[in-house]
């Protein structure tokens, strides 16, 4: 199983530099990928800029939004967006959608969080409608660059959200969940994949992660910060589920594996920089 790491963008005081050394210590130690998280009502940087910043500082270590809250975005510019991001990264772009947990982040956009599920679906056959070459409606031409190969991600929590992987995904993420829950929800994906006459998604997965007594302390005030608005039953539920040290970490990717999990990510919650090192040396031997 492959290992990546991901990037601190959605962490407390993070400094946009920091985010390009980051990216380039993660391809240094050897991990698969760099992910990202996010919303657009927080202080983060955002993702497809950020990882087009580590696109330019690296050659070989894939990039993944992981995932983005895709469906209050105009779907021709983010299909552009993606495809230009691929381009500049020499074909290393998947592009993680998800549809959110926050109705602010829809009405920031000016777009009511109604029918979710609907609206992503939507976004997904226009954006792959524009990589195709088509012409969008009111264009008078198709709108590049074209993609050489660009893998949709999908998350989520609920069976229809794994339902729709198995219809519409090229791979499936399955965030922070104890690895059986990932391997009931990976089954859903694979039966719908299979009605749907479709070849299974691969498996991915995420995990937040912040080796060390001395990254405790920060660990704990990013989580609080980031899933406050759900109360303190999901800030525990997120703050017990962030492994702190080595051996939890390679029993937890172990089992992710058993369970048929290809590549793991493991989200930061600390953004100190030996995080990279400490990860890789529990992650990567």
């Known amino acids: 199983m492959d290992a ?11 400094r946009g530099p ?19 998280i996010g919303r657009v009502v927080y202080p983060n940087h955002e993702e497809l800029v950020a990882l087009a910043a580590a696109a330019g500082a690296t050659t070989r270590i894939n990039l993944m939004t992981s995932v983005l809250v895709a469906p209050p975005r105009q779907a021709v510019l983010l299909a552009k967006q993606a495809a230009t991001l691929d ?9 993680g959608l998800g549809i959110g947990g926050r109705d602010d982040d829809w009405q920031v956009l000016g777009v009511e969080p ?8 939507t976004l997904i056959t226009a954006c792959r409608s524009v990589w195709a070459g088509d012409t969008p409606d009111g264009a008078e031409s198709p709108v590049g660059p074209p ?12 069976e229809p959200a794994w339902e729709r992987a ?3 995904a090229d791979a499936f993420i399955a965030g922070p969940m104890p690895p059986d829950a ?3 929800a990976y089954q859903i994906v694979k039966e719908s994949a299979a009605t749907a006459g479709r070849a299974t998604p691969r498996l991915y997965a995420a995990r937040y992660v912040a080796l060390g007594d001395d990254a405790a302390a920060e660990a704990d005030r990013n989580v609080e910060s980031y899933y406050g608005f759900g109360g303190q039953e999901l800030v525990g539920t997120v703050r017990n589920s962030v492994l702190s040290s080595a051996s939890q970490l390679r029993e937890t990717a172990d089992a992710l594996a058993e369970a048929g999990t290809e590549e793991v990510c493991f989200w930061p919650a600390s953004a100190q920089p030996d995080q990279v090192d400490r990860v890789a040396e529990a992650a990567l031997g």
């Open 4 to 14: 990546g790491i991901g990037l601190p963008n959605a962490l407390l005081d993070v």
């Open 18 to 36: 920091e985010l390009v050394d980051w990216a380039r210590r993660a391809e240094n130690a050897g991990f698969s990928v760099l992910g990202t």
């Open 87 to 95: 381009a500049v990264s020499g074909g290393r772009f998947r592009l």
């Open 114 to 121: 109604r029918n979710r599920g609907g609206r992503l679906e």
């Open 147 to 158: 993609p050489t190969d660009l893998p949709i991600v999908l998350g989520g929590y609920s």
């Open 166 to 168: 198995g219809r519409l």
């Open 182 to 184: 990932v391997a009931h």
